[in-house]
């Protein structure tokens, strides 16, 4: 019968049928294969409304090859009594019959035959009893007649051990009338053409339904790195708040701008060689600012300015000495240091988000290399809790409202206040960065009036960009190691949501 | 930040009351500690060595308190305990004195002038009748370990050493001698060492090691004897057993040996006033004498009391607060520093304790100011600070650049800026020499041993990482490199790099090559010879060969293009062909109007200070130029003209030729001469880097006598290479330029029109044959071409000519030569420049 015959066959027993039809049974009766069956039914359910079909399954139990064998023609067993002879016969010609080998075993251990060792002539083996039942036979049978029922469980899972029966499950639908039932097919169409909009056929056609339940294809596009996206958001922030960016393009840098004119003394640990990478070539830095080299110098000598200083002896080639830059506040301290080279100080405001590098042991947080986010205001008789509102407006922009400071310690910052914010998933307060007011000691050597107050502040690009995409190991956010898919998937940047 | 481990019920005990934690946790955050850890002893041991090792270990609560690094005084429970009571006003700050011993004697320390070459300083005090139990000695023992590990900085700086004095008598002698004279039973050692001995039994001591190198290549080690010769101790590495303090002592001798006179007296001061609350009389230290190799003597334990007057007013403004005089006071005095109002004006007169050397500023004192007042007690205030923002022109570009090439359908990637130096040289096929990479002098692994000079390496790792995404993969990073440069301070810059790859089963070349394309649209140059861009095609051993094309931007060259050689594919663990792109992009910033790069700043200042030979205008130069005499109105007004429809003297960029002409104007052009007053302005911008600008092909500015001309003035710096390097460059340059000495020379400019035989002739090896004619004072020019009918184009190419070398008949003799492109050369155009 051809796929359309079925199809047509289909429909009018559906119609003719009272309530619906079986596709097993429909299959039968039509002498078709009921996958070919099953593949009508899908095709009409494709066409809106025009059947419904319910999947129903049941399962049932079915002789195996073996299986078949024994309810034709006995079980091994019965086929070995059945084939001794009253007067015996040799062990050896019973073992050569196809069942003779599996059937003895279980004959003997049913004590329907026994074998007479000592026979001349070889073993031979003697009937033990007169009749006997073949009930695994008469099971099968059973199960072959449909009745499989009747047995108990533990019959039916004895023979299966034994590979005669197994269990088979049959899906088949219940097919009743759609509410757009019809026994005549019309194909509709799967897509709007040109044609159909030229020839306004588009107006008689039915078309196919879409499957909104699938996804749609994916667009061919690049996409941008997370982290480039949170910072081009604090970008943005530090842009909105009316803050310049610095040129932070130097990542080597001088001891010189990254320590001493921070004020941090010569033998500070975070100057030593486990933290800061130290440059082999090019070794030093030349071309300091000669008057003020002096001034660093000095303060931290002999102090000045009102300060004690750190009263040790200050060189010269420590200041010299090239590192990668630890921290982006020794470009800030180069701007300060332009800023009072003005002929008249002018306010200014700068920030900058760029790399900065540690020579740390690194762990699933901590790399070599990270971004570095810092704000600086520098205006005349600015306050602490200047500081603090200036973090409580940037903050807010990060949608972080919550704010709490705790005293800290910094080389070049007094007073230095550590910035928490209240995680509401952690249910604690979490450091979210850094702050605080630059040292006189820093400021008044660069020529900065005295009443100019510097407030600063600093946080990590990272750390922002995991909790905001759920990345948990540093390393596939940042490197080559990145995992191209996260990538892919990122969804855009709103830090404030 | 240093972490101090207190019992927790020890330290409710000294503080009298019981807190839970989290109260305990709030006042630490109050005071600028923080609670770190709740642990014990069992649970610290069972973590680091597991759990079989902890049973029996203690199991009392200890606290993990972090305590800012320049807060010596809060190292040890004593001074924490104190500090916190007399912040919650239960305490009043304890008075530190400094006695004499009640025989009028007091303990000797004598240095002796061998000990200058390697430890100079010692200082000294007794700590009488004290009272030690088992808590007080371990807080007393953990306190020196904490202050070695802190601002000892891992005893180079300090070393203490504390002995039972009773056990020793004075005066000690602080010598250095060679280490195989040395002899004594070291602290816990139940045999006498020499020192040469300990420094080798001590090499596998999991603690001492980390000291040995202070003195190990020293001739002379640093020991301390009394006066029957028993050594007490070997600083910085350890005591003598013999005077060694046990539960029982009742007098200790405390030394302090240092580099650092300054931190030695710190130390000292902090030891003597933590635990001489345990003394008899409490809070009394009694002094011990040094004897200096000069003959001089100092009595220590300082113990100073400072004093610095300040306005409440100032700290009033400093924090944002308007509180009383007598307020602040208060709020100072809870901080352990003593303050009192002296009644003149809003004076404040606050006492420093030598407990408190972290106070060197008022600035100290107004932070502890607002610490008691409680920062979160201060009100947000906003800056009424008004500012123009502006972006960092390069990284604005980069920013727009970013989202574009996105858009294009790459992906950004993120790379590490320092690398191996095989992933920018052996694995790229390059010398490490040619790569003018900046080295690391202390990697603690291979992947940080220089900065990448390239982004290319980095891209591909990422593809390495991320073989198991469907291809193609395409890749880009907008992002620095860095490389040596000598013109800057530190002898380095970075240069920001546009780096593209594409990686698929095919090279893709021209996907990459479309990349550019797009990349130049954005960037609005034009496709073309001249003022555009053009690729041709270059050796790079990155790339494979014929495959790489170098990219030329207004006739420089900004980077490369091409498909990967496959050496370098295998090498970065790749199974693909792989095309990449890789250009610098400040080029095509554009001039900021503002140069906003600090480095220069000092570079400029110290340029003016140290070589003034240098500085522009600094140097007399002559007046006499090829536009007549540029001092007086005539010469300046051919200048004008000259430079009416030009931005430079040569071509289209600063150079050497523009400054040259700048130094020879003797003051700012006014303003009835327009072009030059602009150009005037345009190249004083360049003026701090003219060192870097293109040298200038034409001599404009004519000498007046060039003998007396002294290009670098006297140089005091003259044993610096680089300067020595940079005159030797310049003096070079000044004699070629000198052996040329044209007069005035005439010039020409020529346009000139070259037909090809028919359509099918290659115009672009025609222009290339073309441009290959080259004659001393030949250059050419723009070209381009000009369709004439039939599909037939011309090229029309301009060049300039010095007239006495070059005449047309030559050149189009020279071009018609090549008969197998050209039919014929016509001059369309000749003007005298």
């Given at each position: 019968m051809s796929d359309a015959g079925v199809l047509e066959t289909l429909l009018r027993r559906i119609e003719a049928a009272d309530g619906g039809v079986d596709s097993l049974e429909t299959a039968s009766v039509l002498g078709v294969d009921h996958q070919v069956l099953v593949g009508a039914v899908k095709s009409l359910l494709?066409?809106?409304?025009?059947i419904a079909a319910e999947l129903r399954s049941s399962k049932h139990w079915e002789l195996s090859g073996e299986g078949t064998e024994i309810a034709e023609q006995g079980s091994h067993e019965a086929r070995v009594f059945c084939s001794v002879p009253p007067e015996g016969l040799p062990q050896t010609e019973l073992m050569k019959?196809?069942?003779?080998k599996i059937g003895f075993s279980k004959a003997m251990s049913n004590k329907w035959v026994k074998v007479d060792k000592t026979h001349e002539g070889g073993p031979r083996i003697f009937r033990s009893v007169e009749n006997i039942e073949d009930q695994v036979r008469d099971k099968l049978l059973l199960v072959q007649k449909g009745?499989?029922?009747?047995?108990e469980e533990k019959e039916k899972n004895e023979l299966k051990k034994r590979k005669l029966l197994s269990e088979v499950t049959v899906k088949s639908y219940w097919i009743t009338k759609g509410?757009?039932?019809?026994?005549t097919i019309t194909k509709p169409e799967t897509e709007l053409t040109p044609e159909m909009i030229a020839n306004g056929s588009w107006k008689e056609k039915k078309f196919k339904p879409y499957n909104f339940e699938a996804l749609g294809v994916a667009p061919d596009c690049g996409h941008l790195h997370p982290l480039m996206k949170v910072r081009t958001q604090f970008r943005q922030i530090f842009l909105e708040m009316g803050f310049t960016e610095m040129p932070?393009?130097?990542?080597i840098e001088s001891s010189f701008w990254n320590f001493d004119s921070l004020f941090?003394?010569?033998?500070?640990?975070?100057?030593?060689a486990h933290d800061t990478f130290f440059i082999s070539d090019p070794a030093l830095a030349h071309g300091f600012p000669l008057e003020y080299l002096e001034r660093v110098k000095k303060i931290h000598s002999e102090g000045g300015y009102g300060s004690q200083g750190y009263k040790y002896d200050w060189k010269i080639e420590e200041a010299q000495k090239n590192i990668?830059?630890?921290?982006?506040t020794a470009v800030s301290a180069r701007m300060l240091y332009k800023l009072a080279q003005q002929e008249k100080f002018t306010p200014a405001k700068y920030f900058s988000i760029d790399r900065v590098f540690r020579n740390e042991t690194l762990d699933a947080t901590h790399l070599a290399e990270f971004h570095q986010i810092e704000g600086v205001v520098a205006d005349r008789g600015l306050t602490l809790g200047d500081l603090m509102g200036t973090l409580h407006q940037f903050f807010t922009k990060l949608g972080i409202t919550k704010l709490r400071f705790k005293p800290a310690y910094n080389p070049?910052?007094?007073p230095s206040m550590e910035v928490f914010s209240y995680h509401e998933g952690l249910k604690k307060w979490v450091e979210v960065g850094n702050s605080g007011v630059f040292r006189p000691e820093m400021l008044l050597p660069m020529g900065l009036p005295e009443d100019v107050t510097v407030i600063a502040w600093g946080l990590s690009l990272e750390r922002p960009t995991m909790i905001k995409y759920g990345i948990n190991n540093i390393r596939e956010l940042v490197?080559?190691?990145?995992d191209l898919q996260m990538v892919y998937d990122g969804p855009i940047c709103r830090l404030e949501s | 930040m240093p972490t101090v481990g207190v019992k927790r019920d020890l330290l409710f005990k000294a503080l009298g009351k019981t807190y839970t934690d989290v109260e305990f946790d709030e006042l630490c955050f109050e005071y600028g500690l923080e609670l770190d850890e709740i642990t014990s002893e069992k649970e610290i041991i069972s973590r680091e060595q597991g759990d079989s090792k902890a049973?029996?270990?203690?199991?009392v609560i200890l606290y993990k308190i972090d305590v800012p690094a320049?807060?010596?005084?809060?190292?040890?429970l004593e001074g924490l305990v104190r500090g916190l009571q007399v912040f919650k006003n239960k305490l009043e700050a304890p008075r530190y004195r400094r006695v004499s011993p009640l025989s009028g004697e007091p303990q000797r320390l004598v240095i002796t002038e061998e000990t200058a070459a390697v430890r100079p300083h010692a200082v000294a005090a007794v700590l009488r009748n004290i009272t030690f139990t088992q808590e007080r000695y371990d807080s007393f023992i953990e306190l020196q370990e904490k202050l070695h590990q802190n601002i000892c900085r891992k005893r180079s700086l300090v070393a203490i050493g504390t002995h039972d004095l009773d056990t020793v008598s004075g005066p000690f002698t602080y010598t250095a001698k060679p280490p195989a004279e040395i002899s004594f039973k070291p602290l816990n050692q139940t045999q006498e060492y020499t020192a040469t001995q300990l420094m080798g039994l001590y090499k596998t001591d999991s603690h001492l090691r980390h000291y040995l190198?202070?003195?190990?290549?020293?001739?002379l080690y640093p020991v301390i004897y009394d006066s029957?010769?028993?050594?007490?101790s070997m600083p910085p590495i350890i005591n003598g057993d013999h005077s060694k303090i046990t539960l029982k002592t009742k007098n200790v001798f405390v030394e302090c040996t240092a580099t650092d006179l300054t931190k030695a007296k710190i130390v000292l001061d902090m030891m003597v006033t933590m635990f001489?609350?345990?003394?008899?009389?409490?809070f009394t230290v009694e002094e011990a004498e040094v004897l200096y190799p000069d003959g001089k003597t100092c009595t220590y334990p300082e113990l100073a009391y400072r004093k610095e007057k300040l306005s409440s007013d100032f700290v009033n403004r400093k924090v944002g607060i308007n509180e009383s005089t007598e307020t602040i006071a208060r709020l100072l005095t809870k901080m352990c520093?003593?303050?009192?109002?002296?009644?003149?004006?809003?004076e404040i007169e606050v006492e420093i304790p030598p407990?408190?050397?972290?106070?060197?500023?008022?600035c100290d004192i107004m932070e502890d100011a607002a610490m008691a007042y409680g920062f979160n007690n201060i009100p947000y205030t906003t800056p009424r600070t008004y500012t123009v923002a502006n972006q960092f022109p390069l990284n604005k570009l980069t920013e727009l650049l970013r989202q574009d090439l996105a858009a294009a359908g790459f992906t950004e990637a993120l790379n590490f800026a320092l690398c191996s130096a095989e992933d920018i040289s052996d694995k790229l096929g390059k010398?490490?020499?040619?790569?003018r990479a900046v080295h690391i002098?202390?990697?603690?692994?291979?992947?940080?041993q220089v900065a990448r000079t390239t982004l290319l390496p980095g891209l591909l790792k990422t593809l390495a990482a991320n073989r198991?995404?469907?291809?193609p993969l395409k890749l880009f990073e907008i992002s620095d490199v860095v490389l040596k440069d000598d013109t800057k301070d530190v002898g380095a810059r970075n240069s920001r790099r546009f780096c593209a790859v594409y990686y698929n089963k095919s090279p893709g070349f021209e996907v990459i090559h479309g990349l550019l394309d797009r990349t130049m649209q954005l960037l609005e140059v034009?496709?073309?010879?001249g003022d555009g861009y053009h690729i041709q095609a270059a050796e790079d051993s990155t790339f494979f060969p014929g495959r790489c094309a170098e990219i030329f931007v207004g006739g420089k060259s900004v980077g490369r293009l091409g498909v990967l050689h496959p050496d370098v594919i295998t090498r970065f663990e790749l199974a693909m062909p792989c095309s990449a792109v890789e250009m610098d992009?400040?080029?095509?910033?554009?001039?900021?109007?503002?140069?906003?790069?600090?480095?220069?700043v000092p570079l400029h200042e110290v340029i003016e200070r140290?070589?003034?030979?240098?500085?522009?205008?600094s140097r007399p130069t002559s007046t006499k130029t090829l536009f007549g005499d540029v001092s007086s109105a005539a010469g300046l007004k051919a200048l004008d003209d000259f430079l009416a429809d030009k931005?430079?003297?040569?071509?289209f960029e600063a150079t050497r030729a523009d400054t040259t002409m700048f130094d020879a104007i003797p003051s700012a052009p006014s303003s009835t001469f327009p072009h030059l007053l602009r150009w005037y302005n345009h190249v004083k911008s360049f003026l701090r880097e003219r060192a870097n600008l293109p040298s200038a092909k034409s001599q404009f500015v004519l000498e007046e006598?060039?003998?007396?001309?002294?290009?670098?003035?006297?140089?005091?710096?003259?044993?610096?290479a680089e300067a020595e390097k940079l005159k030797e460059q310049r003096l070079a340059e000044y004699a070629a330029k000198k052996s040329k000495k044209p007069a005035l020379i005439a010039k020409s400019s020529i346009l000139l029109d070259v037909k090809p035989?028919?359509?099918?002739?290659d115009m672009a090896k025609m222009e290339e044959c073309v441009r290959s004619?080259?004659?001393?004072?030949l250059l050419w020019g723009q070209s381009k071409m000009v369709p004439v009918g039939y599909g037939i184009k011309k090229l029309q190419i301009g060049c300039v000519v010095e007239d006495e070398k070059v005449g047309t008949d030559l050149l189009e003799e020279a071009i018609t030569a090549f008969e197998e492109y050209v039919q014929s050369v016509d001059v369309a155009a000749f003007n005298k420049v």
């Open positions: 494709a066409l809106e409304d025009l019959l196809s069942f003779g009745n499989a029922s009747q047995l509410s757009c039932f019809s026994t932070t393009n130097n990542f941090q003394p010569q033998q500070h640990p975070a100057r030593d990668l830059r630890t921290h982006t070049y910052t007094e490197g080559h190691k990145v | 049973s029996g270990a203690s199991d320049n807060r010596y005084d809060l190292l040890c190198h202070i003195i190990e290549d020293k001739p029957n010769g028993i050594v007490l001489s609350e345990y003394c008899s009389q409490p520093l003593r303050s009192e109002v002296t009644g003149v004006g809003d407990t408190r050397s972290d106070v060197i500023h008022a010398k490490i020499s040619e790569t002098a202390n990697p603690k692994t291979a992947e940080f198991k995404m469907p291809l034009k496709s073309e010879r992009i400040e080029p095509f910033l554009g001039r900021p109007a503002e140069t906003t790069l600090t480095h220069d140290h070589f003034p030979s240098q500085v522009p205008n931005s430079y003297m040569e071509g006598d060039d003998d007396d001309i002294d290009l670098f003035g006297s140089d005091d710096e003259d044993d610096c035989w028919d359509d099918e002739t004619v080259k004659m001393e004072g």
